[in-house]
Every structure is written in C-alpha cells, then in structure tokens.
C-alpha cells in the first residue's frame, strides 16, 4: 500500500534527521503538529460533506454535469467551480475522488484539481496586492488555460 | 486561531445536521456516518507521514541560501531550485505571495518567480502524496508530466509580457 511505504520512508527519514540533528528535529516535529491542529477541522469539516455529497446528491446529476459525457462544457463548469472555491491542497484529491466516484469525468476532474490549486479569485486581490496587478492578472489568466490544456489531455490519455 | 475557531464551529453545526436527520432519515445518517468514517480512515492512514515530511523538509531545507540563487544569471539552476522550494515548501499559495515578491525584489528573474509560484500551486509533496492515495499514480503522474512544461511555458509568456524584472 502507498500510504504504508510513504509512512515507512517518512519514519526512517525522521530517525536520520533525529541522529544528526535532536534540535532540527524537534522543530520539524512541531511544525508537523501545528500544521496538523490548523488542518484537523477543516478536515473534518471537507470529510462530512463528502459523507452528504455521496449521501444525498444523486450520482446521476453530478454524472450529467460534469460527467465522462458532458463535454467541454462540463470541464468549463469545473475550471470555473475550481477557480471560484479556496481548499486546502490536503483536502483536495479526497473530494476528487469522491466525485469520481459519483460518475464525474476524468476530463472535468483534472479541470476541478488544477483551477483549484492554481487559480485563486480569492486570493486574487491580495496577489495583486503583493504582485503587482499585471503579474496577479497573467498569471491566474495563464493558469486557467493552462488548466484547460491540462484536463484536456488527461482526459484523452485516461479516459 | 479565529479562523479555526470558525471552522469547529462549521464541524459542529455539520455534526448537529447529521444527528438532526436521524428521527427523519435514519438510513441517510448511517449512510454520511459510514462514509465519513471510510474517509477518516484513508486519511489517517497517510496524514502523520505526510505532516513529518512536510515539517522535515521545511527544516532542513535552507531558505537564505536559496534566495540568492534566483537571479538573473542563475539560469537553469535557478530555474530548479525555484522548483524544488515551491514543491517543498510548506503553507497555501496566499503564504507563497509574500515571499514571492520579496525574491523580485531582491532581484529574482519574473521567469523564475512564475515558476516558484506555480510549483508552491500545483505540485506540492503532500499533495502528490494525497492524490496518489486517493486518484491513483496514473492520475498524479501525468498530471505533473503536464503541469511542469505548463509551468515553464507560463513563466516564459509572463517574461514576455511583464519583462525581465517587475517593478
């Protein structure tokens, strides 16, 4: 199992990091556990509204919207949703595969995945902020076609 | 810390929701319960693992030095340590701004700016981890096959667009 391996590597990596370095170490730790109590309700939170996504969402409406047959306009729809939403990237793949598993497309998932991560309209006046209004606006812009591009051929690719 | 407050908060009412459909809809409160825990499960599975490398990798990776390297004649080593710290850094895009703008300042190419954010974005190690676990590596693996020209070719247009350096 992928989880097993990752949790193998991480403990040998933690034991190596420990021999030549307690100080090192001791704060790696608490950074892993401060980030664990920032994550845990939003955690919580994203895994029981998978538990009423799958519950009372027909999987047949989210198979029509954004399914393997909705076309270009239900990769739109995803980009658009994904641009528009702010998710932790923890939380992310989780509630791609539960919609996968109510019948969405690869195509519009790959779509939902990378607008999510790589465009933020929320984020946007802050970047423009930090940025500059030219950088914030190309690269959100770019992102999203990019993203596009991207889902389109993974959906070729997977099917 | 008011953000988490908020969102236990938004867990609780979620959590009242469930219990209140119970006298209405027995079937469908064993149902979200039953699912949830499908996922808890997955996810704890792989999210102690994650949360030490994450901290690991933020430790033992030197920052000051890094920023140094981004520069105009940096090249191609630029380029992929502008990669290697957005991939391993820690903390959503927004966190990335900040310290985004201060290596432009600093006088770090726009090219390798665009990458950095893109990476920090887009192909994050505990994310890849995660979307293994849950899509597969088919999935994780042609999507980062994707996403890294993508970002190179982003961070060449906005070059071309914004100039070297950005005031």
Redesign the interface.
């Known amino acids: 199992m992928?989880?097993f391996a990752?949790?193998f590597?991480?403990?040998f990596?933690?034991i190596i990091?420990a021999v030549s370095d307690r100080k090192?170490?001791m704060?790696?730790?608490?950074?892993?556990?401060k980030?664990?109590?920032?994550l845990m309700?939003?955690?919580?939170?994203i895994?029981?509204?998978?538990?009423?996504l799958?519950?009372?969402v027909p999987g047949h409406l989210i198979a029509r919207v954004i399914g393997k047959n909705s076309g270009f306009a239900g990769v739109l729809v995803s980009a658009l949703i994904g641009s528009i939403l702010l998710i932790?990237?923890?939380v992310?793949?989780?509630l791609?595969?539960?919609l996968?598993r109510q019948g969405a497309g690869?195509m519009a998932?790959?779509a939902f995945?990378?607008t999510l991560?790589?465009v933020?309209t929320v984020?946007l006046p802050?970047?423009m902020k930090?940025?500059?209004r030219?950088?914030a606006i190309?690269?959100n812009l770019?992102?999203f076609g990019?993203a596009l591009?991207?889902a389109l051929?993974?959906g070729l690719?997977?099917k | 810390m008011n953000k988490?407050l908020r969102?236990?908060f938004?867990?609780i009412v979620?959590?009242i929701l469930?219990c209140a459909i119970y006298p209405f809809q027995p079937e469908?409160t064993v149902?979200?319960?039953?699912?949830?825990k499908n996922?808890?499960q997955?996810?704890l599975?792989?999210?102690?693992?994650?949360?030490?490398?994450?901290?690991?990798l933020?430790?033992?990776i030197p920052k000051k030095i890094v920023e140094r390297t981004l520069g105009e004649n940096s090249g191609i080593l630029g380029t992929g340590i502008a990669f290697l710290i957005g991939t391993a850094a820690?903390g959503?895009?927004?966190v990335a701004?900040?310290i985004?703008?201060s290596l432009?300042k600093k006088g770090a190419r726009?090219f390798n700016i665009?990458i950095f954010?893109?990476s920090w974005?887009?192909i994050?190690i505990?994310?890849i981890?995660?979307?293994?676990?849950?899509?597969g590596?088919?999935?994780t693996v042609?999507?980062l096959l994707?996403?890294i020209p993508?970002a190179i070719?982003?961070g060449l247009?906005?070059e071309k667009?914004?100039g070297f350096k950005?005031?």
């Not at chain 1, 980030?35 to 920032?38: E, H, M, P, R, S």
């Not at chain 1, 895994?47 to 009423?52: D, K, L």
């Not at chain 2, 981890?129 to 899509?135: R, V």
Request: charged share 10%.
């Open positions: 992928f989880s990752i949790s590597i991480a403990i990596l933690l990091s090192k170490t704060i790696a730790l608490k950074i892993a556990g980030t664990a109590l920032n309700p939003f955690l919580l939170i895994i029981i509204v998978i538990g009423f799958l519950t009372f932790p990237h923890f992310t793949a989780p791609a595969a539960s996968l690869i998932i790959a995945i990378t991560v790589m933020g984020t802050m970047e930090t940025m500059g030219k950088f190309w690269r770019l992102s990019f591009f991207i051929i993974m690719v997977l | 988490t969102q236990w938004i867990f979620l959590v469930v469908k149902s979200i319960l039953k699912i949830s996922y808890l997955e996810m599975g792989i999210l102690p693992a994650v949360l030490i490398l994450l901290g690991l933020d430790v033992w820690a959503p895009l927004y701004f900040p985004a703008a432009l726009v665009a954010l893109c974005a887009a994050k505990p994310m981890m995660f979307e293994t676990e849950f899509l590596w088919q999935f042609l999507r994707l996403t993508s070719l982003i247009i906005m667009i914004i950005e005031a």
